[in-house]
């Protein structure tokens, strides 16, 4: 099993920047994959960005990408989404996911493990 608790959302004006976190506990030395999914209000939930978890490489959705970055430490056994340049189309309820394949890693129900969301609210 994994667990996955994410922290750092918060209110902030359009421009802004946050941080995200996810620590990561459980058997995580078979993990694949970790992404960020977003649900806004009365939308599905989104992709946003990814990241393997051991090689590192990293995928983003047009919408986020030049603006979001997501990294890891796998020492520490964290995941990071640096969130610079928010609009208020940003606003939503961010998930830290994780899932042993890669299969179609832009696509929620491909991961299996979720932590329990952080809400992030961007005013204009």
């Known amino acids: 099993q994994v667990q996955l608790i994410e922290s750092g959302g918060e209110l902030v004006q359009a421009g802004g920047s946050l941080r995200l976190s996810c620590v990561v506990s459980?058997?995580?030395?078979?993990?694949?994959?970790m992404g960020w999914f977003r649900q806004a209000p009365g939308k599905e939930r989104e992709f946003a960005a990814a990241?393997?978890?051991?090689?590192?490489?990293?995928y983003y959705a047009d919408s986020v990408k030049g603006r979001f970055v997501i990294s890891r430490d796998n020492a520490k056994n964290m995941v990071y989404l640096q969130m610079d340049n928010l609009k208020p189309e940003d606003t939503a309820v961010y998930y830290c996911?994780?899932?042993?394949?890669?299969?179609?890693?832009?696509?929620?129900?491909?991961?299996?493990?979720w932590g329990q969301g952080t809400q992030v609210t961007v005013s204009s």
């Open positions: 990241i393997n978890w051991s090689a590192g490489s990293t």
């Open positions: 459980g058997r995580t030395s078979s993990l694949y994959v």
């Open positions: 996911a994780a899932d042993r394949t890669g299969w179609n890693i832009r696509r929620a129900n491909e991961y299996a493990y």
